[in-house]
Nanobody, 123 residues
């Protein structure tokens, strides 16, 4: 079955960097677009970024554009999110998701989700 396992979260100071990874299995990873979605404490889901199946086309939310970079390694079935210049408002649980978003709208009742990894940006 489909499995998505995120890693790489943690506590970082404002201005710092983190790299999140998502190990995918149970489906043809190289054939599917993938997404990163986050959920801040007490708030709803926020779409962060998409990448097409080949990795050549990417999309970002305005809130992270220029600071975050999504990428994928289809040989290793791995999705990544490089996060630079982190801000306190980036604090959230970050999810790797498959077929869970329609445009910029994502739902936990759709597709497949990992368990999430906590990112906390604080001094």
């Amino acid at each position: 079955q489909v499995q998505l396992v995120e890693s790489g979260g943690g506590l970082v100071q404002p201005g710092g960097s983190l790299r999140l990874s998502c190990a995918a299995s149970g489906f043809s990873f190289s054939s599917h677009p993938m997404s990163w979605v986050r959920q801040a404490p007490g708030k709803g889901l926020e779409w962060v970024s998409n990448i097409n199946s080949g990795g050549g086309t990417t999309y970002y939310a305005d809130s992270v554009k220029g600071r975050f970079t999504i990428s994928r390694d289809n040989a290793k079935n791995t999705l990544s999110l490089q996060m630079n210049s982190l801000k306190p408002e980036d604090t959230a649980v970050y999810y790797c998701a498959l077929a869970a978003c329609s445009g910029y709208v994502c739902s936990k009742s759709r597709g497949y989700w990992g368990q999430g990894t906590q990112v906390t940006v604080s001094s």
